[in-house]
């Protein structure tokens, strides 16, 4: 006896799947983000402003911080969203 699935249904596992996936989609933009930010930060503000030199992991704090913002900025204007459409 074959299900066939609707819209409704969802397939065993893939709501977790996606989630696996968003979340490696976050680590690899703040990963290129903060490699991005210490290229950036090396060439443009030691070498024209004369700003000292940051590291990696401060780079890759501040992606990752300004990534959690963004998000977080995200989940408030859908849940003020839905709270209005209710």
Same mark, same amino acid.
């Given at each position: /006896?074959?299900? +066939?699935? $609707? #819209? $409704?249904?969802?397939?065993?596992? #893939?709501?977790?799947?996606? $989630?696996?996936?968003?979340?490696?989609?976050?680590?690899?933009?703040?990963?290129?983000? @903060?490699?991005?930010?210490?290229?950036?930060?090396? +060439?443009?503000?030691?070498?024209?402003? @004369?700003?000292?030199?940051?590291?990696? #992991?401060? %780079?890759?704090? @501040?992606?990752?911080?300004?990534?959690?913002?963004?998000?977080?900025?995200?989940? %408030?204007?859908? /849940? @003020?969203? #839905?709270?209005?459409?209710?």
């Amino acid at each position: /006896m074959s299900e +066939t699935l $609707n #819209s $409704n249904t969802e397939i065993p596992g #893939s709501r977790h799947q996606r $989630n696996g996936h968003q979340i490696l989609r976050v680590i690899l933009a703040a990963l290129v983000a @903060g490699v991005a930010l210490t290229w950036f930060w090396a +060439t443009a503000a030691v070498e024209v402003f @004369g700003a000292p030199e940051i590291r990696f #992991s401060d %780079a890759f704090a @501040g992606a990752l911080a300004l990534l959690c913002l963004a998000y977080g900025c995200g989940v %408030a204007f859908a /849940m @003020g969203r #839905s709270r209005h459409e209710a």
